[in-house]
């Protein structure tokens, strides 16, 4: 089944405790995205990929990092999160960037920063 | 003054009703939009997708962009339960790349029996 796997999809950690969120994806898509989706604000971009080892940031990357260091795989690095990182992550991506904006989601990750 | 705007609902409408939903945008330069449909607890998945102005209809979706407003519109006949969900537009520039959409906040529909 084509799908984008996110692990994990719940997670209550503290101030300063780096995490990692994983994504990947089996539909050998170049382009792949994370966005971060808070009540009033909707779905903002944090890092996006085009292909393996290239990567840019989005609307609002400040307190993330990512690294695309194969194809399947997009991770998505806190490394000392707070509390305004408390959001609604979903990994996304797309066969490649300059597809008409069909983006296939994962099915989110919760996260909370106490 | 944000880009996209959508109405955050919630809409609440009887099971069989012609369901209308609307985004405003601001940037003249958005040639490509979408629906996105998000159930609770799951991502936004693809429901329809326009190039410029005009009408498509995929059976009980249509949807319709009037660029001259800068309005665009998701419609639902026979609405069904199952239509109950969160509903994203999103739209992108000439390139129509997936790494430029924007989001509108999303409208909340249920669809009761």
């Known amino acids: 089944e084509a799908q984008v796997t996110q692990n994990p999809r719940y997670l209550i950690t503290v101030t300063g405790k780096k995490l990692t969120v994983t994504c990947s994806q089996n539909m050998n898509h170049e382009y792949m995205s994370w966005y971060r989706q808070d009540p009033g604000l909707g779905l903002r971009q944090i890092y996006y990929s085009m292909n393996v080892e290239v990567t840019d940031k989005g609307d609002v990357p400040e307190g993330y990092k990512v690294s695309r260091k194969e194809k399947r795989n997009f991770p998505l690095i806190l490394e000392s999160p707070s509390p305004n990182q408390t959001s609604l992550y979903f990994c996304?991506?797309?066969?490649?960037?300059?597809?008409?904006?069909?983006?296939?989601f994962g099915e989110g990750s919760r996260l909370t920063v106490l | 003054q944000k880009e996209v705007e959508q109405d955050p609902g919630p809409l609440s409408v009887p099971e069989g009703a012609i369901v209308s939903l609307n985004c405003t945008y601001s940037?003249?330069?958005?040639?490509?939009f979408m629906w996105y449909r998000q159930y609770s607890r799951k991502g936004p998945e693809l429901l329809m997708y326009t190039y410029s102005s005009g009408n498509k209809e995929d059976g009980r979706f249509t949807a319709q962009v009037d660029k001259s407003s800068k309005y665009i519109s998701l419609f639902i006949r026979d609405s069904q339960p199952s239509d109950s969900a969160t509903y994203l537009c999103a739209m992108s520039g000439n390139t129509g790349t997936a790494s430029k959409l924007t989001f509108g906040t999303g409208t909340r529909l249920q669809v009761t029996l």
């Open positions: 940037n003249s330069a958005f040639q490509y």
């Open positions: 996304a991506s797309s066969l490649y960037s300059g597809a008409t904006g069909e983006l296939f």
